[in-house]
């Protein structure tokens, strides 16, 4: 097969369908969200069966545990994914929204208005959700998609999309708006990041090495979704069952995921009061502790952290700790090894809380709460197509406005310039 010759035909139909998709009415479009809905719903079985494949071949491949877990659909995630869609249904259509709009003194009405980003291509691993999540998003917004998932959930992407695609055309989307490189060889991904002419933009979801593969190597836009190597501090006069809850939940309730607490800061003021109970409760669910030199002194038998551990994203039930002096000190280390995706502080402190929501530079900062609500669909935005860490265009989770760009409308009356 002439691998490149596949994906140009996959993109060129995408982007066929995106001039007619760019006309498509609100009503239509949720129309067809709606039925993409009800046709996941109904077809839970087909999805299982075929996720069931992909997680057999991720076991004897030796996927970790964390991985297995963004792998796995089951009846309640399916579901999840369907009420993605109808809360994306349920939002207001931003194309065509007019952002502003003035008259110049020679007479002439300028206006400017969201229009769609024309054809969204996403590169992403593991999870089969993001393919629902990227298509009903990028229609809503008037876009087409192209997508290329990882090789571990090419059964499960290949059969949800086609469940979802003809549910979508069967409402009157144009056909092409939904495309799925089938192909896992990475040269397929190679030559998505360079159609130029076809794609407008490109998302990668994924872990650092697919990120930074796509940054460096992209002719084509990028939109770059983030690494999360997220903190939470823990202050001197926090909370400390407050504490307790918020760092359990951060790393514990979805290790595998990029809002997941990957590094635990910790006052010296609560070190030795904090750490001991902190520390077995991990400990009991399963989390690997490692630590600076005074928190191996605190917690005897753990692991020493190394300088590569404060820059890690593990992903996986692995926590580093360090306790820090000043709140000064836990600002520099974020500072230094954070990577602009969501920070925590637990304290009691309103001049503290103050300091840490202008001085860390993140697309999401939080006081008093878990870093796991950075999450298109807790923010209120039905999902989202990935959380950006950079700052051009869109930053934090993406929805559907960040989906959209905008254009500018001229009315005259015969004026020329002079």
């Not at 035909?9 to 949720?30: C, E, H, L, P, W």
Request: charge should be negative.
């Amino acid at each position: 097969m002439d691998i490149r010759q596949y994906v140009v035909d996959k993109a060129k139909k995408a982007k066929t369908a995106g001039r007619q998709m760019a006309g498509i009415s609100t009503a239509v479009k949720n129309s067809a969200l709606y039925a993409m809905a009800d046709a996941l719903e109904a077809n839970a079985d087909k999805i299982l069966f075929a996720n069931e494949k992909d997680i057999e071949i991720g076991k004897k491949a030796g996927l970790s545990k964390a991985l297995l877990d963004r792998l796995l659909l089951n009846e309640g995630r399916i579901k999840d994914m369907a009420e993605g869609l109808r809360q994306v249904a349920s939002l207001a259509d931003p194309v065509g929204e007019i952002v502003r709009m003035w008259t110049r003194p020679n007479g002439l009405q300028i206006g400017q208005i969201r229009v769609p980003l024309g054809v969204v291509g996403i590169i992403y691993e593991a999870r089969p959700n993001v393919t629902v999540d990227a298509a009903g998003l990028c229609l809503k917004a008037g876009n087409t998609v192209l997508l290329r998932g990882g090789s571990e959930a090419i059964h499960s992407n290949i059969e949800i999309v086609n469940i979802i695609t003809e549910a979508a055309i069967g409402k009157g989307l144009p056909d092409g708006c939904i495309q799925l490189i089938e192909i896992t060889d990475r040269e397929a991904a190679n030559i998505m990041m360079r159609l130029n002419g076809y794609l407008d933009v490109l998302i990668p979801r994924g872990g650092a090495g697919l990120i930074r593969s796509v940054v460096e190597n992209a002719t084509v836009p990028v939109i770059e979704t983030g690494v999360g190597n997220c903190h939470v501090y823990v202050d001197s006069d926090a909370d400390l069952t407050m504490a307790e809850n918020i760092v359990i939940n951060a790393k514990t309730q979805r290790p595998a995921v990029c809002n997941a607490m990957e590094k635990l800061l910790v006052h010296e003021d609560i070190a030795d009061k904090f750490l001991p109970t902190i520390g077995e409760k991990l400990t009991a669910l399963g989390v690997e502790l490692r630590g600076c030199p005074r928190t191996c002194e605190i917690l005897p038998g753990i692991k020493p952290a190394l300088e590569e551990d404060w820059e890690r994203e593990y992903l996986d039930l692995v926590l580093a700790i360090k306790v820090v002096k000043t709140l000064d000190e836990a600002l520099e280390h974020i500072y230094i090894y954070g990577t602009k995706h969501s920070e925590a502080i637990i304290t009691n402190s309103y001049v503290n809380s103050r300091r840490f929501l202008k001085e860390v530079d993140a697309a999401a900062v939080y006081v008093n709460a878990s870093t796991r609500f950075t999450d298109g669909f807790e923010f209120g935005f039905g999902a989202e197509i990935g959380i950006s860490t950079q700052k051009l265009h869109a930053r934090g989770p993406m929805g559907l406005k960040e989906l959209t760009t905008t254009k500018y409308i001229i009315y005259g009356e015969g004026q020329i310039r002079g």
